[in-house]
């Protein structure tokens, strides 16, 4: 969005708000109208919490596919967006928040801005450990209880070690010398 459309829209909107406002209390009166403002702000809380947990479920899947969820993100976004829309009060925002729940609207959405959109995916950063642990980037091994064993009488007090000790003291593996 350009710079010189954001200060445009921050007068426009609550312009067109306070002219809602005032048309539709005009019409129907003011309790019913502020009625229908708290509403629209709980109908669209539920709205979110319906479509957001199945999109997580979709992004879920997605990546246990070993695919990227681009148009995933990029509906989680614009349902963030539709949430805020419906709990900032006026009518002219709940329209167009209730508009971003719509799949069809959100995929045209989606269509218009797929080529401008670049989701990177990057590696976890661990690897492997010595013993098959996953290696953190700061050198500690994360062992499973089934990786270790521990001699008998080994305590910290007694001067025995257990065999990931042994191999610290050989040397082997990576910072810390694990």
Same mark, same amino acid.
């Given at each position: 969005?350009?710079?010189?459309?954001?200060?445009? @829209? /921050?007068? *426009?909107?609550? $312009?067109?708000?306070?002219?809602? !406002? &005032?048309?539709?209390?005009?019409?129907?009166?003011?309790?019913?109208?502020?009625?229908?403002?708290?509403?629209?702000?709980?109908?669209?809380?539920?709205?979110?919490?319906?479509?957001?947990?199945?999109?997580?479920?979709?992004?879920?899947?997605?990546?246990?596919?070993?695919?990227?969820?681009?148009?995933?993100?990029?509906?989680?976004?614009? @349902? /963030?967006? *539709?949430?805020? $829309?419906?709990?900032?009060?006026? !009518? &002219?925002?709940?329209?167009?928040?209730?508009?971003?729940?719509?799949?069809?609207?959100?995929?045209?959405?989606?269509?218009?801005?797929?080529?401008?959109?670049?989701?990177?995916?990057?590696?976890?950063?661990?690897?492997?450990?010595?013993?098959?642990?996953p290696r953190t980037p700061d050198g500690v091994v994360d062992l499973d209880a089934d990786e270790y064993?521990?001699?008998?009488?080994?305590?910290?007090?007694?001067?025995?070690?257990?065999?990931?000790?042994?191999?610290?003291?050989?040397?082997?593996?990576?910072?810390?010398?694990?």
């Amino acid at each position: 969005m350009r710079f010189s459309l954001i200060p445009f @829209l /921050l007068l *426009a909107i609550p $312009l067109a708000e306070i002219a809602a !406002f &005032v048309v539709i209390g005009g019409q129907i009166g003011v309790w019913a109208t502020l009625g229908m403002v708290l509403l629209t702000a709980v109908v669209g809380s539920f709205l979110l919490r319906w479509q957001g947990i199945g999109l997580f479920n979709r992004i879920n899947s997605e990546m246990r596919a070993n695919r990227v969820p681009g148009r995933e993100l990029v509906h989680g976004v614009m @349902l /963030l967006v *539709a949430g805020v $829309l419906l709990l900032t009060p006026g !009518f &002219v925002t709940d329209s167009l928040g209730f508009l971003l729940f719509v799949p069809a609207i959100r995929d045209g959405v989606w269509r218009l801005v797929k080529n401008r959109v670049v989701v990177q995916t990057m590696s976890s950063g661990f690897s492997s450990g010595p013993h098959g642990g996953p290696r953190t980037p700061d050198g500690v091994v994360d062992l499973d209880a089934d990786e270790y064993e521990r001699q008998p009488g080994n305590s910290p007090g007694n001067g025995d070690t257990d065999r990931l000790s042994d191999h610290r003291r050989n040397g082997k593996g990576g910072a810390n010398g694990l």
